[in-house]
T-cell receptor, first 114, second 112 residues
Framework: DAGITQSPRHKVTETGTPVTLRCHQT?????MYWYRQDPGHGLRLIHY???????DKGEVSDGYSVSRSKTEDFLLTLESATSSQTSVYFC?????????????FGPGTRLTVT | DAKTTQPTSMDCAEGRAANLPCNHS???????VYWYRQIHSQGPQYIIH???NNETNEMASLIITEDRKSSTLILPHATLRDTAVYYC?????????????FGKGTLLTVNP
């Protein structure tokens, strides 16, 4: 299995508080992604990164920001959490050789905003 | 990316081959077929992909029809741990749109 860890694995937070989720990889892959998964919506891309300090928005980026200061870490920040951001968040990675269609996913972070 | 159609659910007996179909009649010449699965409460897992030739790896085999309008994922000896939702995705390997579009997939239940 690809070396991808996510932290924390579970978090409960209150509306209005900032939250940062971390994705860490040991594969030295160039591309990293943040998805959220909700019932009835499947997996939706929030943000992705195509290199250190290079990031771009996905289809549901409002309310989220990301940072990638080194190859192995990709951070997802909810500046002011809302109940609509209660979800399971997955990080994924891919490399140049495989192409972006071959992505490897982390175990997920279950976030509850009360 | 081309649209895919999969059955909602399938059952398979443990130890038997599981054959999961996928229709992708609008696939274009440079699009690959990818298969992923998601076991309950886990992250999606990449299984296999192919362009036009049949492919096999340690997890599964992928059979793509000659006209490329459909494909079948084969798990040769299904186990209870193969119970999962299986997703067929068609897309170009590279491109400016990096997201994977997961449809509803097929829930495969492997029965003892």
């Amino acid at each position: 299995d690809a070396g991808i860890t996510q932290s924390p694995r579970h978090k409960v937070t209150e509306t209005g508080t900032p939250v940062t989720l971390r994705c860490h990889q040991t594969e030295n892959h160039r591309y990293m992604y943040w998805y959220r998964q909700d019932p009835g919506h499947g997996l939706r891309l929030i943000h992705y990164s195509y290199g250190v300090k290079d990031t771009d928005k996905g289809e549901v980026s409002d309310g989220y920001s990301v940072s990638r200061s080194k190859t192995e870490d990709f951070l997802l920040t909810l500046e002011s959490a809302t109940s609509s951001q209660t979800s399971v968040y997955f990080c994924a990675i891919s490399d140049n050789l495989a192409g972006v269609g071959e992505q490897y996913f982390g175990p997920g972070t279950r976030l509850t905003v009360t | 990316d081309a649209k895919t159609t999969q059955p909602t659910s399938m059952d398979c007996a443990e130890g038997r081959a599981a054959n999961l179909p996928c229709n992708h009649s609008t696939i274009s010449g440079n699009e690959y077929v990818y298969w992923y699965r998601q076991i309950h409460s886990q992250g999606p897992q990449y299984i296999i992909h192919g362009l036009k030739n049949n492919e096999t790896n340690e997890m599964a085999s992928l059979i793509i029809t000659e006209d490329r309008k459909s494909s079948t994922l084969i798990l040769p000896h299904a186990t209870l741990r193969d119970t999962a939702v299986y997703y067929c995705i068609v897309r170009v390997p590279r491109g400016s749109n990096y997201k994977l579009t997961f449809g509803k997939g097929t829930l495969l239940t492997v029965n003892p």
